[in-house]
């Protein structure tokens, strides 16, 4: 695709409900990140892909994140038995560059996907 | 921990005007540091991005410094336009970055 594709765009769940948001990169992007970003703040690291490896995984708030990028190209946030502090907007970006190449290759990040958990 | 500072307070300037936006980090030493532009409810843009061997980088109306020593990026918008406001984010790193709160930039006309 042109860019970086995320759904649902919104979801609202209701506390203790799983939630699954999906991420498509830009086509043949190798790298895969997921941001958090609540309201008013800048986005939070939360997982790195590189292809279908989740090589830093150190953002994930607690065991109930889980992200999976199963064949190297989507990949899919999941947030178990959703609980008010998971209300954020959650950001998905890929960026061409494997990590520790110094070129710098740009990041797109996608529109987000705005959870409410009520 | 890394720290990123940014003004959180908006910027409000007058079209024409140039706009200084800072951004200051402490615990780190990055080799690189990147400047990004967030609409109201969109993903971030990728404005630019300056190396650590690199004092200024421009492009078009934008200019970016990155003073290691200070542990300082000063990102510059001459010329500005309304077009121009939004919130501009500054993040140290290249690829898992660590992004500042942003600064709300107002340009009236």
């Known amino acids: 695709g042109a860019g970086v594709s995320q759904s649902p765009r919104y979801k609202v769940a209701k506390r203790g409900q799983d939630v699954a948001l999906r991420c498509d990169p830009i086509s043949g992007h190798v790298s895969l990140f997921w941001y958090q970003q609540a309201l008013g703040q800048g986005p939070e690291f939360l997982t790195y892909f590189q292809n279908e490896a989740q090589l830093d995984k150190s953002g994930l708030p607690s065991d109930r994140f889980f992200a999976e990028r199963p064949e190297g190209s989507v990949s899919t946030l999941k947030i178990q038995r959703t609980q008010q502090e998971d209300s954020a907007v959650y950001l998905c970006?890929?960026?061409?560059?494997?990590?520790?190449?110094?070129?710098?290759?740009?990041?797109?990040f996608g529109e987000g996907s705005w959870l409410t958990v009520v | 921990s890394q720290k990123i500072e940014q003004n959180s307070e908006a910027l409000n300037i007058q079209e024409g005007k140039t706009a200084t936006l800072t951004c200051n980090y402490t615990?780190?030493?990055?080799?690189?540091l990147q400047w990004y532009r967030q609409d109201p409810g969109r993903g971030p843009v990728f404005l630019l991005l300056i190396r650590e061997n690199e004092k200024e980088k421009r492009k078009e109306r934008l200019k970016v410094t990155f003073d290691t020593t200070l542990k300082q990026s000063l990102f510059h918008i001459t010329a500005s336009q309304p077009a121009d406001s939004a919130t501009y984010l500054c993040a140290p790193g290249f690829q898992k970055l660590v992004f500042g709160t942003g600064t709300r930039l107002l340009v009236s006309p």
């Open positions: 615990n780190y030493s990055p080799a690189y």
């Open positions: 970006a890929s960026s061409l560059a494997i990590s520790g190449t110094a070129s710098g290759n740009t990041i797109y």
